[in-house]
């Protein structure tokens, strides 16, 4: 197109030079197909302008589809059959879709979720989507006894928040006494209380934040406690726990009586819920003495003094003396008395062994070999964790 303007030009300023020569005799047709000529490269230069802005204008439509799909793109009317996008909402979707994909988001992911709107807030908040989160994490420490310390923080929550209400209902009563006489007063400020809607303390997510944040402290059983201190290795005593979210560790508090300790920095895996619903300071009722048998694997209950809580430690059932260990011939399970076998001691070690009688066994002991109380029989998962734990060396 350019070249052919520049030898139309051409043409033109030559046939000027020509003005003071005879005119040929095409010159006259000359004249007529200039208007011609003009109409026509007008006509193409046009033509191929539009088709490039049409192709621009199709380009342009593509990318705020891509990248603004919620916004109405308006184009010139120049450009024929585009349709314009409708809006599009997360809460436009199905019930059952929008669940599958709130189920599939994390703990902080459902948090983002829930400051977008009142709908969503409601929904992310719900106790179905939280429970699956609370086991995934917490499962393994929630026992009992954490279950009912939180119920006590809950009770401790309302309390607080019916007495600040009271007192704020209290100030404004003496405050704006006139102002109550106006009807349209008090559904606004009650409107915009309502409006200010905060996570139910009751809730499975309140729960779980607390415990991430590290707000409460809440009772489970560590394992070698005191950072393995040598006198209380293969053990497991009760303490108040407190996580850190940014070490993804946890702070220990044990008992206020005899040393009492604080320990930070312990691992996941020197955690657990307690097994049974006992407290420290009571004898944990023994239901299988009467099974009990060489090989089997237990946990003891023992302390030091008797104003200190018990801990539990591991334990393996053992033969009796005069037993050859022949399984065939062996009858220790028929006597009253039974062994308890520390192996983590060596032999000779005054720790090393207990004898307990299956059928009169309560609280026994002295003050000076510490006393030993309930008795409890493992599975194969608790066996295989307390090998774990296992000491590199024996104990004197």
Excluded at 179 to 203: A, G, M
Excluded at 267 to 280: F, G, K, Q, S, Y
Excluded at 389 to 394: A, D, F, G, S, Y
């Amino acid at each position: 197109m350019f070249y052919f303007i520049i030898s139309c030009v051409s043409f033109i300023l030559i046939s000027k030079s020509f003005t003071h020569k005879p005119q040929c005799p095409w010159k006259e047709e000359m004249k007529l197909l200039l208007p011609w000529f003009w109409r026509e490269l007008s006509s193409s230069f046009l033509v191929s302008w539009i088709k490039e802005v049409r192709l621009n204008a199709t380009s342009l439509l593509h990318v705020p589809i891509l990248f603004m799909p919620f916004k109405k793109i308006g184009l010139s009317s120049k450009v024929e059959n585009i349709e314009e996008e409708e809006d599009i909402s997360l809460l436009d979707l199905p019930d059952l879709a929008l669940e599958c994909i709130l189920d599939r988001l994390l703990p902080s992911e459902l948090c983002s979720m829930a400051a977008v709107c009142s709908s969503l807030r409601d929904r992310c908040r719900t106790d179905h989507f939280w429970d699956k989160h609370m086991k995934h994490k917490w499962g393994g420490l929630m026992g009992d006894a954490a279950y009912r310390e939180w119920q006590r923080y809950v009770a401790s929550r309302k309390t607080l928040i019916l007495l600040d209400q009271s007192k704020k209902k209290g100030f404004f009563e003496s405050t704006l006494q006139g102002v109550w006489t106006f009807p349209w007063f008090r559904p606004k400020l009650e409107s915009s209380s309502r409006s200010r809607s905060s996570l139910p303390v009751d809730s499975i997510m309140a729960w779980y934040l607390s415990l991430e944040s590290g707000k409460i402290w809440f009772p489970a059983q560590v394992y070698n406690r005191e950072n393995g201190n040598v006198g209380f290795l293969l053990s497991c005593y009760d303490a108040l726990l407190r996580y850190d979210s940014q070490t993804d560790t946890f702070q220990a508090r044990y008992s206020a009586h005899g040393r009492r300790t604080q320990e930070e920095n312990i691992e996941w895996d020197r955690l657990r819920a307690p097994p049974v619903d006992t407290p420290p300071y009571v004898l944990h009722v023994s239901d299988c003495l009467n099974e009990l048998k060489p090989g089997d694997h237990i946990e003891i209950q023992w302390r030091r003094k008797k104003e200190f809580p018990h801990g539990w430690w591991y334990a393996v059932i053992s033969h009796l003396e005069r037993c050859d260990r022949n399984e065939n011939h062996c009858c220790c399970h028929h006597s009253d008395m039974v062994i308890l076998e520390f192996n983590q001691y060596t032999p000779g070690s005054r720790w090393r062994q207990t004898v307990i009688n299956r059928k009169e066994h309560q609280e026994e002991g002295n003050e000076v070999d510490g006393f030993y109380g309930g008795i409890r029989t493992l599975n194969k998962e608790e066996i295989a964790r307390w090998k774990r734990l296992w000491p590199t060396q024996i104990l004197e």
